[in-house]
T-cell receptor
């Protein structure tokens, strides 16, 4: 069965410090990978998605970046954190092979709670 | 602009009191509508996919239905363990770029014993 791992679970970082969040998927090949952010009391906002190694699409301009150095590894980074970067960061994967109706559910990790102080 | 709106924002029920959550959407090129359950401090857990108007899916006390403009999540005789935030999302297929999910703000359900 497929599993998705995110770490760390919680992180407190000062403003201006760098960030690196990592996500790995097991039990599947060539997944689509996603980074979402969830602010308190709000829905999920798509930040980045990737359909293959080195292929990153950005949805929202910001001081964050993403990389996919391996097929099942997705990394979210920042060179200098802002207070507004605080939130709940979720990694997700979906199968590259669509079902007969062209759908593939996203499956989420348990997230990283980031607090920028 | 693609948009998903959920109502109510919060819902408090007594155990056994049935109710419904609403998800309305305006998107171009709908590829599917998804319901997720999210417990505090956890990632969303996939519940259902609905593809076309008239379709229904059931899981234990939950039943999801879909029309051309909205979806309902019906909760029959809820129990305290059903307490969670329920998220609705629509999938827009981007050619050769995977399917992006657009989420609503969620409905926070609380079931009291």
């Amino acid at each position: 069965s497929q599993t998705i791992h995110q770490w760390p679970a919680t992180l407190v970082q000062p403003v201006g410090s760098p960030l690196s969040l990592e996500c790995t998927v097991e039990g599947t090949s060539n997944p689509n990978l996603y980074w979402y952010r969830q602010a308190a009391g709000r829905g999920l906002q798509l930040l980045f998605y990737s359909v293959g190694i080195g292929q990153i699409s950005s949805e929202v301009p910001q001081n964050l970046s993403a990389s996919r150095p391996q097929d099942r590894q997705f990394i979210l980074s920042s060179k200098k954190l802002l207070l507004s970067d605080s939130g709940f960061y979720l990694c997700a994967w979906s199968a590259r092979t669509w079902d007969s109706r062209g759908n593939s559910p996203l499956h989420f990790g348990n997230g990283t709670r980031l607090t920028v102080t | 602009e693609d948009q998903v709106t959920q109502s109510p924002e919060a819902l408090r029920l007594q155990e056994g009191e049935s109710s419904s959550l609403n998800c309305s959407y305006t998107v171009s090129g709908l590829r599917g509508l998804f319901w997720y359950r999210q417990d505090p401090g956890k990632g969303p857990e996939f519940l259902f996919t609905l593809y076309s108007a008239g379709e229904e899916k059931e899981k234990e006390r939950l039943k999801a239905t879909l029309t051309k403009k909205e979806s309902f999540l019906h909760i029959t005789a809820p129990k305290p363990e059903d307490s969670a935030t329920y998220l609705c999302a629509v999938q827009v297929l981007v050619y050769n770029q995977g399917g992006k999910l657009i989420f609503g703000q969620g409905t926070e359900l609380s079931v009291k014993p």
